[in-house]
C-alpha cells in the first residue's frame, strides 16, 4: 500500500513563495501520472500541474508561468515550486499518483492573504 505524505503548506502574502513536497512511502519510479491537485472552499477539486510518462508536464492555466512541478525518483518524493502566489491559490492541496491504481495524499492547506 502506497502513501503520499505532503508537506510544505503554510500562510504566505500575495506575491510570495512556497514549495510542496509529496514524498511516497516507496519508490515513485512507476507512478504515472504524478501531480498536485487543489480544491478550495465550495469549489470541485482541480489539476494543478502533472508529469506523465516521457517526462511530458501538464499545466492548467491558473499554474502556467508561476508554478514548477518536479519529481526526484530517488528520493521518492515531488515538488510543486509555486511562485507569485495569489489569493485564488489558497486551497487544500494534495498528491496524486497511479499506478494500478489511484493514490492520494492526505492535503497540506496553502492559504495566500495579507
Known amino acids: 500500500q502506497v502513501q503520499l505524505v505532503e508537506s510544505g503548506g503554510g500562510l504566505v502574502q500575495p506575491g510570495g513563495s512556497l514549495r510542496l513536497s509529496c514524498a511516497a512511502s516507496?519508490?515513485?519510479?512507476?507512478?504515472?501520472?504524478m501531480g498536485w491537485y487543489r480544491q478550495a472552499p465550495g469549489k470541485e477539486r482541480e489539476l494543478v500541474a502533472q508529469?506523465?510518462?516521457?517526462?511530458?508536464?501538464d499545466y492548467a492555466d491558473s499554474a502556467k508561468g508561476r508554478f514548477t512541478i518536479s519529481r526526484d525518483n530517488a528520493k521518492n518524493t515531488m515538488y510543486l515550486q509555486m511562485n507569485s502566489l495569489k489569493p485564488e491559490d489558497t486551497a487544500v492541496y494534495y498528491c496524486?499518483?497511479?499506478?494500478?491504481?489511484?493514490?492520494w495524499g492526505q492535503g497540506t492547506q496553502v492559504t495566500v492573504s495579507s
Open positions: 496524486y499518483a497511479f499506478t494500478t491504481k489511484d493514490y
Open positions: 516507496g519508490s515513485i519510479f512507476n507512478f504515472n501520472p
Open positions: 508529469i506523465v510518462s516521457g517526462g511530458f508536464i
